[in-house]
């Protein structure tokens, strides 16, 4: 097998803002190997009693439905998922799968 | 031209096969390589998810098409499903069904099943000239989009325990 380069992992970094937003950083590659990553970062902002959450997607290269799971997974219906600044790679997918509604970029 | 590669059943083989997919697409235009790109992450997910199995992916470009084979050993036929925007997972062949210009599904009596689709290629630096002439449809049943996906659901194993927390968060 090949090796796959530790720099090229999906990595998600947890910051808490003053205002209380609990803001997910998501970057590299999001996919079934890295989901997990996400999905970590989100149940330590839920601990952090933080009043509101959003993913900065802005370094994230590629994403498939497996890293849109993780973060649906963080939503509680009927509120959107809040992106930041997301990169072409995340607007694409939000297209393709006709979750613009769900997906909604942080006023 | 084909290209052929087998994948170990772990979660990390879909990233290899976005690499090993990407290789073959370095004349093509931006869009297709990313939707190629894409299409294979979720059909190398759902080997590894829905089956629990190695798999192969082929390669096929002709001058006019790229025609790109998954295949697993796992049983059951996936079928696209419309997921709602409540549902959490679900949108694999979905996304298959939304970028690809045909796709579709066969089993063999040997136990192996191949997810394939196809795209229309315009090449860097080129116009669309395809003529549907030169082209051999595959024989194989296109899938029903309609259908349910119930015999592949997918589970998250570790993380149910965390739901409940989750749900209680305002986002």
Redesign the interface.
Known sequence: ??E?DDD?HGTATLTLEADGTAVIAVEG?I???SG?TV?AA??H??DCNC???VFDMSEVR?M???G??AL??????P????LRKPSH?VR??IE??G?G??MQIEP | MTAMRRF?N???S???A??FVAEQLTDFDDVTA?SV??MV??LA?NS??HAASEFSITVTSTRQHLHVEVTDYGSGTPVARS?L?????G??L??IA??ADDWGVHSKRSGTKTVWFTVRLTRAGETDTATSAAVTKPKQTRSNPRSSYDTMN?R?GN?AA??D???????
């Open positions: 097998m090949d796959v090229e590659e996919d079934l190997s997990d999905s989100i149940i902002a839920v009043t509101r959450l590629f498939d439905s497996s849109f799971s649906l997974e963080s939503r509680t219906p509120a959107p998922v809040l790679a694409r997918l393709t799968t979750l509604d769900v | 170990a772990v979660t990390t879909v990233r290899l976005r690499r990313e790109i894409l992450s979720e997910t590894i998810r997921a925007p409540s549902d959490t997972t949108r694999g979905q996304i939304e970028l997918l998250y993380l965390f739901n927390r989750r749900r209680s968060f305002v986002g």
